[in-house]
């Protein structure tokens, strides 16, 4: 006997269960009720938008916001910043590739289900057998090379996170359990039964993040576990520094790191975002649902302290689908209608470019 | 009444019955299916002039459902567990009796492993696509599915169940 045991199973039960009648008052009750609440987040988000400052005067001549933060500036910039310029690690036709600034591209044979994250010591992806693999890379552009993959896991798992540093590697192996290890360590620093139910979405250091139907969005340090009170279920959570960012149907919600509470009281409204390294920013993205609703399509930078955001320029890509940074400057954008369309952005520079197209569904950004 | 409003109306006649059933089988539970059935219809309705493609109205409306679901798992966890008793296997229904033992484990699984059961053998979608409805990796969605025939072949040894691809 085989899974069709199950199908059959499922098929028999659907069609013997009774479906009710539809109770149409009950229903326009709930289509008042969730244009209500669109109506106010759509209005709380414009509020929150205008009240804020302007972040930055210019980003390039001071550097990234938050970074007066316990840090210093010392570094910033003398004069305006060079567009984008870093290598962009994709999954591109199922393989693993490289999309240089000029926009040439290195191949690589190897076949992925995705690409992690780009790290100081090379790309790592999830291969076609659920196996983590570290890609070292040399050379540039183009003429980029791919040094031989090695199993950083030795066996095949259910999820792998790389942190925004690109220094801790946290995976779930086919037992449930969360490993967290240095990059290219043998041994884990620390290891974590999972619930089979649960999600890991995130992992920082010592922290993570899981993400259940049964417990919602958890932020684990140590042996404390946090619960996060998001409005609406986590789809995704990014966590560095001071900021954990989750990423939900109805838009980015922001928390404190060290104890879950929301730093803005609710969504701020973009459907398409991404941390940056260091938690002090998020680049947002109009989505395609957003932009159906009127909503100009570009790409902004969020200063994830005090909601102040600013448009990076020269991004013509229409409605975006995901975002993903590259390095602590540079941000992937995947957009395009009926193609792909790549766009590098420079968050020093204010600037975006578009660096590829390709058949739809032939391209996909890092994860994290 | 809206153009938009009217074909939406025509949607939802057509496919509310074959949605509750999806939506029975994501919950295991009746009442829970019509609640999460309306507000995923209440939520493509308010969005359905942007939904370009109605043939895909039906993925639109799933997707509504697995994310909504959550909701629904977390309010009731709140809830004093006396005003929301989980409604028993439903023996009245006219299904093999082997079948009906296999779907009361069923649902007994963790909500996004029957979820992944449903997608892919109910739904027949690819783990790729199950992938995309719920926002995991392709082998999240195999590791999910090998967990799930692993716990209904514990629970019922004379299934014999076995893995296909």
Known sequence: ?368 | MPTEELRFEEFMAARWQPLFRTAYLLTGDRHDAEDLLQTALARTCVRWDSIRDKGAADSYVRRAMVHEAPRGWRRRGREVVAEHLPEPADDSLAVRADHLVLWQEVRRLPPRMRAVLVLRFFEDLSVAQTAHELGLSEGAVKSQTHHAVRRLRAALPDLELEETS
């Open chain 1, 1 to 368: 006997m085989t899974t069709t045991e199950i199908r059959e199973a499922l098929h028999e039960v659907a069609a013997a269960v009774p479906a009710p009648g539809l109770d149409r008052v009950a229903f326009q009750d709930r289509v008042r009720a969730e244009r209500r609440r669109r109506t106010g987040r759509r209005a709380a988000a414009a509020v929150a938008a205008a009240a804020v400052a302007v972040l930055v005067g210019t980003l390039a001549a001071t550097g990234l916001p938050g970074e007066g933060r316990g840090t210093d500036v010392a570094d910033a910039p003398d004069g305006p910043a060079a567009g984008p310029t870093a290598p962009v690690p994709v999954s591109l036709e199922g393989r693993l590739a490289v999309v240089a600034a000029d926009g040439g591209v290195a191949r690589s044979d190897l076949r992925i289900e995705e690409v992690t994250g780009a790290t100081g010591s090379g790309v790592v992806v999830v291969d076609r057998d659920s196996h983590v693999r570290l890609v070292p890379l040399s050379g540039s552009g183009a003429a980029t090379s791919f040094g031989r993959p090695r199993d950083l896991v030795g066996a095949p798992v259910q999820s792998v996170q790389v942190d925004q540093a690109g220094l801790v590697l946290g995976f779930v192996d086919l037992d449930d359990t969360l490993h967290l290890r240095e990059l290219g360590a043998d041994d884990d620093f620390q290891a974590a039964a999972v619930a089979a139910a649960d999600r890991v979405l995130a992992v920082d250091g010592n922290r993570w993040t899981t993400y259940s139907e049964a417990e919602g969005l958890v932020l684990h340090e140590g042996g404390t576990s946090t619960m996060v009170g998001t409005e609406f279920p986590a789809a995704t959570a990014e966590l560095d520094g001071q900021t954990l960012a989750v990423g939900t149907s109805d838009g980015v919600e922001v928390f404190e790191a060290s104890n879950g509470t929301p730093r803005f009281g609710g969504s701020l409204g973009a459907e398409v975002s991404a941390l940056g390294a260091g938690g002090t920013l998020v680049v947002t993205a109009t989505s395609q649902d957003q932009s159906d609703r009127g909503m100009s399509a570009g790409i902004w930078v969020l200063d994830a302290f005090t909601g102040a955001q600013e448009p990076l320029h020269g991004y013509d890509g229409g409605p975006a689908r995901d975002l993903a940074w590259v390095d602590d400057d540079e941000v992937a954008v995947l957009a395009g209608s009926g193609r792909d369309e790549l766009w590098a952005c420079s968050v020093a520079a204010a600037r975006c470019e578009l660096r590829l197209t390709a058949t739809a569904g032939a391209l996909a950004l890092p994860r994290s």
